[in-house]
C-alpha cells in the first residue's frame, strides 16, 4: 500500500487571482509574486510607468469633469462643428461618452493597482492596458489643448461651476483620501527603512491637510444667510423653446409662452424685398429644407431671398429629423405634426404674437450684405415694422443695437434700452440704459449688485443647465436668456442653496470622520 503525504496545502486565491488576470493577464498563481518586505512594489519599468498611469487618472478625470460642466454650450458646439463640416451631428454627445469610458477604464486599472499593492503583490501592467493608458493620457492632454485654443470661453465656465461643486469636489477628494488610507498604510508598514516610509506617508499627509484646509479659501454665492437670497430670475426663451420645437418659429415661442416664459428672444434679418424675418444663421442650409426647394442655393445668404421665395420653405422639418440638443425628450404625435408644418416667421408676426402675451421681446438685429437694397436703410424698416405694422407696446421692447442709439430713442421713446457689454455706470445712465445683456460667463455677483444700485437690470445668456441658473440666481441675476424655459421654471430654489452655519458643519464633520477613518486604517 502507497501511502500517500499531502506536501503542500494549496490555497485558492479568487479574488487575488481576479485582479492579477484584469490587471497583468496573469491568471496563474505561479506567474504571481508577492512583494517582499522592504522591497518595491515592482521592477524599475513599471516603477517608471505607474506615475503615467495616474497622470492619465488626473488628466481624464479633468477633462471629464471640464466637457460635462461644459453641457450648456454643447448646441453651441454642434452648430460651430455644423459650420465647419456641413453636416449636423452631436459631436458633444460623442466626445462626453468617450471621456467617460476612458476615465472609467483608466479608473479600473488604479482600482486594481491599489488593492494588489494591498495584498502585497508585485504590479505587472499588461502591455495591452500599457497602449490603453497612452492612449486616455493622449487623448485627454490634446482634447483639453484644443478646448484651451479653440474654446478659451469655456475655461471661464469652469471656474463658474467650481463656485458651486466646490463644497461637493472637496467632499470627493475626502473621499478618496480615505479610500488612498489603506494601501498606503500597508505599503509603509512594508518598508523596512524610516526614509522609505517618510517618502510615502509624507505626501500623502500634505495632500490631506491640504484638503482638510482648503474650504478657508472657498467661496460660492449659494452659501448664504437665510432670507438674503433675491428673487428668481425671469425667463427669457432664446429663440423661443428650441428643445420643444423648431427655433424662431411660432410653434416655438408658443411653447415658451405655455411654459410660463417672461419674454422671447430671437434674431432679425430682412428679405431682398424688405420684409423683416427670423433667422439666426447666415444661410438657410441648418434651419430649413432649402436643399429640396432651391438645391442651387444653399450656400446663397438669406437676406437675398424674397419673402416670396422664404415662404415656399419648410422651417421644422430639421428639427424632428437633426434633434439638434442632447437630451431631448420625445414629442407627442401632435408636436410632431405642428413642428412639420412650421414656416419662416415674419418679425411683424413675432411681435404680435409678444404684445398679444404681454411679454418683454430682445432681437439680435442683422445688417443685409453688400449689394441689397436695405443695406442702408434697414434700422428704419424694422423700425417701421416695431411702431406702425405691429404696434407693440413700447415697454415691451428691449433695444440691444447700440449702433443708432440716439436716433433710435429720439423716434422711438420708451424702449427699455439694453447694452450688450459692461460699462462704466456713468457712460450707462448718460446714454438711459436700463439693463444689460452679457454672456453669461462675465457674471459676476459684486458687479450685479454695483449695476442694481444704479437701477440697470442684468439678464445673462445663454443660460441652459440647472446649476448655472442656481448660480445666476444666487448671484443677483435678473433674467436668463435659456433654450430651457420648460425645464428651468420648475427650481423652486437655486441648487447646492447652503447657510455658512450648514457649510461649517459639513466641512468640519466630512473633517474629523475622514481623520478618525484615516487614524484607525492606520492604527490597524
Known sequence: VVRRRLLQRYEHQPFISCLAGFYSCRWKRYQRERTEPGKCCCNMRECMFFPLLVAAFCFSLVFLYTWGEGKNDYNSFDW????????????????????AVLFAYISLLLVLAMCLLAEGQQLYLHWSHKIGTFLVLGFSISSLFALSILWRDHRKTVRLSFQVTAPYLHLGAIAIMVLLAW???????????????????????????????????????????????????????????????????????????????????????????GVPFLMHDDTLRRTT????????????????????????????????????????????????????????????????????????????????????PYRNLWIRKILDVILKESKIKRHLVLWLHNGVRSFVQSVAPGFQHTMGRKAPIEDLLKHNIVKLNLVYTDMSTEDIRKYAEANITTNFYVVNEPWLYSLAWCSGAHSVTTNAVHLLKDLSQPLFLMTPQQYNIMWILTDLTSAFLISLIFAL
Open 289 to 372: 429644407n432649402i436643399q429640396e426647394v432651391y438645391p442651387n442655393d444653399t450656400d446663397k445668404a438669406a437676406s437675398f431671398f424674397s419673402w416670396d421665395a422664404l415662404q415656399k420653405l419648410n422651417a421644422g422639418t430639421w428639427f424632428l429629423k437633426n434633434k439638434p440638443f442632447v437630451g431631448m425628450g420625445s414629442l407627442s404625435k401632435a408636436d410632431q405634426n405642428q413642428a412639420m408644418n412650421q414656416s419662416i416667421y415674419t418679425l411683424s408676426s413675432f411681435l404680435r404674437l409678444a404684445d398679444s402675451h404681454n411679454k418683454l421681446v430682445i432681437f439680435d438685429l442683422y445688417r443685409p450684405p453688400e449689394k441689397h
Open 183 to 273: 494601501p498606503v498604510a500597508l505599503h509603509a508598514i512594508r518598508a523596512d527603512k524610516k526614509v522609505t516610509q517618510v517618502i510615502i506617508v509624507g505626501p500623502y499627509l500634505a495632500i490631506l491637510l491640504f484638503l482638510f484646509l482648503i474650504p478657508l479659501g472657498m467661496y460660492s454665492p449659494c452659501i448664504r444667510e437665510m432670507g438674503t437670497l433675491g428673487p428668481k430670475p425671469a425667463l427669457i426663451g432664446h429663440r423661443g423653446a428650441p428643445m420643444l420645437a423648431p427655433e424662431n418659429t411660432e410653434m416655438s415661442f408658443l411653447k415658451t409662452i405655455e411654459h410660463g416664459g417672461d419674454g422671447l428672444e430671437t434674431d432679425v434679418a430682412i428679405s431682398y424685398d
Open 80 to 99: 460651430y462643428n455644423f459650420g465647419n463640416l456641413g453636416f449636423w451631428f452631436l459631436w458633444s454627445l460623442v466626445i462626453l461618452i468617450v471621456a
